[in-house]
């Protein structure tokens, strides 16, 4: 096991705290406020090759490896304030461009990924519904063929970026006597017939990232657009989930390492009693946890990319580190407000923002009761 | 290695332990002998006691519809390396 970074590697993730720090955060509390996304911030992102990073380069993408992918994410997570702008790339690039990349046909990778990977095109997936959440195979959403078409019928509940997608992955059942093995996936473009996306859902958390219902009736789906053969939506399903469970919680490590500065910085600023805070070990013995959760996050992370990168599949690891990390970045945001006090509870300050933000993690990508079930029925429960 | 009786062996120890007997016809899916997780820990027991890899592409239920079906699988991959 060699967790360690190549120059290359080091150099890019560095470029990309820079940019980060310099183009994304600027304005994002305000955007907060107003609930806006950060169109030139996707823009942005796009130019700087984020949203193409594990994209074949036949494809316009910079073909990263895994490592490169998460330390990038983790970089964006540490530089940048709009973690909803984080978020809605993060679902564009695992739940949309890997399926299509890994899944697609020659011809949908050359209609979809080049548009993607340059972020004129948006994209995310459809999978939740409003009676199947945890148990995600059990949709209702159904998909008929009728010749040269799929027909697909049902509601998509809390679908990131549907109000501002251009394409979506919709699963549906192609065949119900198949249970999980019966889902299919597809293509499903904004302008297709039947395809409707419903107000805005206002959140606790992530506010700039938009997230919506979608209403699917007698929406006409090409053939040439079902995504990988009949019955292949667990297996897309879940190869999707293992990326994202590696790479989009690599934001929230760097968000942690972020935290964990401004709390040392302001345990050593801010005097009580005629010290600095940080002399108290009850705000001492908070931080060295804060540091502590960062550590084992890292190399839990690290260990999923390096299994993938050596061709290794990773789903009890990247159980355990969804779940390690989402858990830490709540423990570590609920500390951060309780470090600065009053200061830290107001929304000025941006410090119980990543409290509300964190807060998502546990939920979606898997629950964290989700993923205690997958690690406990690798264990033989 | 004959892999249907290892197959058949894994599924009733590991998978659905009180399995009173499997028949080699009889559908994986439909009677829900595997589900989402389930089939990701006999794709792990396949990749290690076999020495292969299963690329996401052949999760599909053709490759695991029967036990039949998923020993074609292991060995059509042993004749392809």
């Not at chain 1, 979506?168 to 017939?193: H, M, N, Q, R, Y």
């Not at chain 1, 159980?319 to 609920?334: N, T």
Request: charged share 25%.
């Amino acid at each position: 096991m060699d967790f360690s970074f190549t120059k290359e590697q080091a150099r890019f993730k560095e470029a990309v705290v820079k940019f980060a720090q310099r183009e994304l955060s600027n304005g994002a509390l305000e955007r907060e406020r107003k609930e806006e996304f950060y169109w030139d911030g996707w823009k942005k992102c796009a130019d700087f090759g984020i949203q193409g990073l594990p994209i074949p380069v036949k494809y316009d993408g910079l073909g990263a490896d895994i490592l490169t992918c998460v330390l990038t994410m983790q970089g964006l997570g540490y530089g940048c304030r709009d973690s909803g702008l984080l978020f809605a790339i993060n679902s564009h690039i695992w739940t949309c461009e890997i399926p299509i990349s890994v899944f697609g046909t020659d011809a949908q990778k050359g209609k979809y990924l080049p548009s993607l990977t340059k972020g004129t095109l948006i994209g995310g997936h459809a999978m939740t519904e409003p009676d199947s959440g945890s148990d995600a195979f059990s949709l209702r959403t159904t998909a008929v063929r009728k010749g040269d078409k799929y027909i697909l019928n049902g509601t998509k509940m809390f679908v990131s970026n549907a109000p501002i997608a251009d394409l979506l992955l919709v699963f549906a059942c192609t065949d119900k006597s198949k249970g999980f093995a019966g889902i299919s996936v597809f293509i499903v473009e904004k302008d297709f017939p039947g395809f409707s996306v419903g107000r805005p859902l206002e959140k606790m958390g992530l506010k700039t990232s938009p997230t919506g219902e979608v209403v699917l009736q007698d929406c006409e789906v090409p053939l040439d657009n079902r995504l990988g053969e009949e019955g292949a939506g667990a297996a897309i399903f879940n190869a999707e989930m293992e990326w994202e469970r590696s790479c989009l919680f690599a934001s929230h490590l760097g968000a942690m390492e972020s935290q964990l500065e401004s709390c040392v910085r302001y345990a050593k600023q801010r005097f009580q009693f005629g010290k600095p805070i940080g002399k108290f070990q009850s705000i001492s013995k908070k931080i060295a946890d804060m540091k502590v959760r960062i550590e084992i996050a890292s190399l839990i992370l690290y260990k999923v990319a390096w299994m993938k990168a050596q061709g290794k599949r990773a789903p009890l690891e990247s159980a355990i580190a969804k779940l390690y990390i989402s858990e830490s970045y709540v423990a570590s945001s609920l500390d951060a407000i309780q470090i600065h006090g009053g200061y830290g509870y107001m929304t000025e300050f941006g410090i119980e923002r990543d409290l509300r933000d964190s807060i998502a993690g546990k939920i979606y990508s898997g629950t964290s009761e989700i993923q205690r079930n997958i690690i406990a029925s690798w264990l033989g429960l | 290695m004959q892999a249907i009786p290892v197959l058949k062996q894994f599924i009733k120890d590991e998978l659905v332990p009180n399995l009173d007997d499997l028949d080699e016809n009889q559908s994986l899916l439909e009677g829900g002998i595997l589900d989402s997780l389930r089939i990701m820990k006999l794709v792990t027991f396949i990749e290690t006691k076999f020495d292969m890899q299963i690329t996401d592409e052949e999760l599909v239920p053709d490759n695991f519809e029967t036990l039949i079906s998923v020993s074609k699988l292991i060995s059509n991959k042993h004749e392809i390396v």
